[in-house]
């Protein structure tokens, strides 16, 4: 038989288990939707602090001027699994803008020609910084670096420092145009994050992107052409640089050499905000989504409530240490 202090001990056992099994589930849910409910989190607040925030025609706006960040956040979230880093996006976006805004004149070309040559120069530039990166075996830091420097050179000596405007209305319609009332912007948003998830999600392509990620060793010895990936993989963020370049020049109507700037870092924060983690081999296109909307929900939110631009810089900043410290945590568990 039982002893009394056996049976009074095993109530306690079955809380300790339950509650232990609770927290895990909690855990969980949180560590695999956790992003997803600080936004909502974040729109339910903003909607009670103040009244122009949820209504239709903002929450439109705030999507639509997410899209050119998010666009570009999508290919940085490829380059960070890898373990890399992509600092030319901003100075990469003023170049494609000014290159593709003087082939944009009325009468002078079709749309096709401004477009490709944008999107051309965007894919070389990421050409360039993967080749850099994995045959030169220069750190993406200092290769994305150099980028950045020359490519903002490149687009103040093309335009000779001055915008370019009087562009197209065909052009201006990528940028400003709707299609049964949804903004271009945003549909090309939807879009691109459907095809950069299904290629990180349901292919060889985003499989070998985790494993360098991972381990770039064990994925040279399981086979992996890592150099010829990572020179993709810089090329694929250099195009999504490009379809975002090209979408502003045509929102601003002009291509201007300034433009873009800490776009490189706005498209980071949104990556590592949603989830992809800086030590590499974690992240996902939605959770960049949502990170980049995070961002434009609290930029909005701040704007509508008066809140100083210096403030909102403070927060930006602080969020992104507390996600690094977050995913550093998560990692020291693991």
């Known amino acids: 038989m039982e002893s009394q202090e056996t049976i009074a001990?095993?109530?306690?056992i079955l809380s300790?288990?339950?509650?232990?099994?609770?927290?895990?589930?909690?855990?969980?849910?949180?560590s695999r939707y956790g992003i997803f409910i600080i936004f909502?989190?974040?729109?339910?607040?903003?909607?009670?602090?103040?009244p122009y925030f949820f209504n239709v025609l903002n929450l439109i706006n705030v999507v639509r001027q997410v899209s050119f960040i998010g666009i570009v956040a999508m290919g940085v979230t490829f380059v960070i699994i890898t373990k890399g880093i992509d600092l030319s996006s901003g100075s990469v976006i003023a170049l494609i803008s000014v290159v593709a805004a003087d082939?944009?004149?009325p009468g002078e070309h079709s749309l096709f020609v401004p477009l490709a040559i944008g999107v051309g120069v965007g894919a070389l530039t990421g050409l360039i910084n993967g080749t850099i990166t994995a045959k030169g075996m220069i750190p993406p830091f200092i290769a994305t670096l150099g980028m950045m420097t020359a490519a903002r050179g490149l687009a103040l000596l093309y335009s000779d420092g001055r915008p370019i405007g009087n562009?197209?209305?065909?052009?201006?319609?990528?940028?400003?145009?709707?299609?049964?009332?949804?903004?271009?912007?945003?549909?090309?948003?939807l879009v691109v994050g459907i095809i950069s998830h299904l290629l990180l999600s349901n292919t060889k392509f985003g499989?070998?992107?985790?494993?360098?990620?991972?381990?770039?060793?064990?994925?040279?010895?399981?086979?992996?052409?890592?150099d010829r990936h990572l020179i993709l993989v810089y090329t694929y963020a250099g195009l999504l640089t490009a379809i975002a370049g090209l979408m502003l020049t045509a929102r601003i109507?002009?291509?201007?050499?300034?433009?873009?700037?800490?776009?490189?870092?706005?498209?980071?924060?949104?990556?590592?905000?949603?989830?992809?983690?800086?030590?590499?081999g974690i992240g996902t296109i939605p959770g960049t989504m949502i990170g980049a909307l995070i961002i434009g929900v609290l930029n909005n939110g701040l704007d509508l409530l008066n809140v100083s631009s210096y403030w909102q810089q403070i927060l930006k900043g602080a969020i992104i240490v507390t996600a690094v410290l977050i995913d550093s945590r998560k990692n020291k568990k693991s």
């Open 9 to 12: 001990k095993k109530p306690t």
């Open 16 to 30: 300790d288990r339950y509650q232990t099994g609770w927290k895990e589930k909690v855990s969980e849910i949180f």
């Open 40 to 50: 909502l989190g974040m729109v339910t607040l903003m909607s009670f602090l103040t």
């Open 103 to 105: 082939f944009a004149h």
């Open 167 to 189: 562009l197209s209305d065909s052009f201006l319609f990528i940028g400003a145009g709707e299609i049964l009332g949804i903004p271009f912007p945003i549909i090309v948003f």
């Open 207 to 226: 499989k070998y992107t985790y494993a360098i990620g991972g381990n770039e060793q064990a994925a040279r010895i399981c086979g992996i052409n890592v």
């Open 253 to 280: 109507s002009v291509g201007q050499p300034s433009m873009g700037v800490m776009y490189e870092l706005d498209a980071i924060a949104a990556a590592v905000i949603g989830g992809t983690s800086l030590t590499g």
